[in-house]
């Protein structure tokens, strides 16, 4: 092979490399961007202490559990995860007395250093889970959508109890 030919080759495979590092970093920005949601947090409410657990599962998920603790007792009412799907992120939650136990998929619809918002249009409620990084141990968590005609929110600020 000649040296023109040989150098074109050469820089054609770096060029292709270095786009294919950069395709791989850009799905794996979406589910860094949720990094920040990493550790427990909670909110005291009149019924008890809500949690919120997160931790790395993989390069590609988070897994996740809201429980609430009331006297001595935990109630366990849901397990989440965040979940890269074909280049999708993912919020599924799964509510062992709803939707008969299924998971029911949120698709990423924005997100950002101190955001993420997720969507299913077709869920009767919530349509729409935003969670919004406050400080580095503050957040609030966010429901909204349809039910009974009227556009419903509720609202859960949360501390950071550890990372």
Known sequence: MNKPALFFTTMLLLSCNRHLQQAVTSRYSQ???????????????????LYERWMRSSDSSFSGMS???RGGDTLVR??????????ELYYIP????????????FRRVASGPDS???????H?????????RISADS??????????????????PMSRVKP
């Open 67 to 69: 429980y609430m603790l």
């Open 124 to 132: 009767d409620f919530p349509t729409m889970i935003k969670y919004v």
């Open 116 to 122: 993420l918002v997720f969507e299913n249009p077709a």
């Open 139 to 156: 957040l609030l968590a966010e429901i909204s959508g349809m039910a009974g005609g009227q556009l419903r929110k509720r609202e859960f």
């Open 31 to 49: 589910i860094e961007n949720a990094a920040w949601l990493s550790g427990v947090w909670q909110q005291q409410t009149a019924r008890g202490v």
């Open 94 to 105: 799964t509510v062992k007395d709803q939707n008969n136990a299924q998971p029911v998929l």
């Open 78 to 87: 849901e397990t989440i995860s965040l979940e890269l799907r074909d280049g």
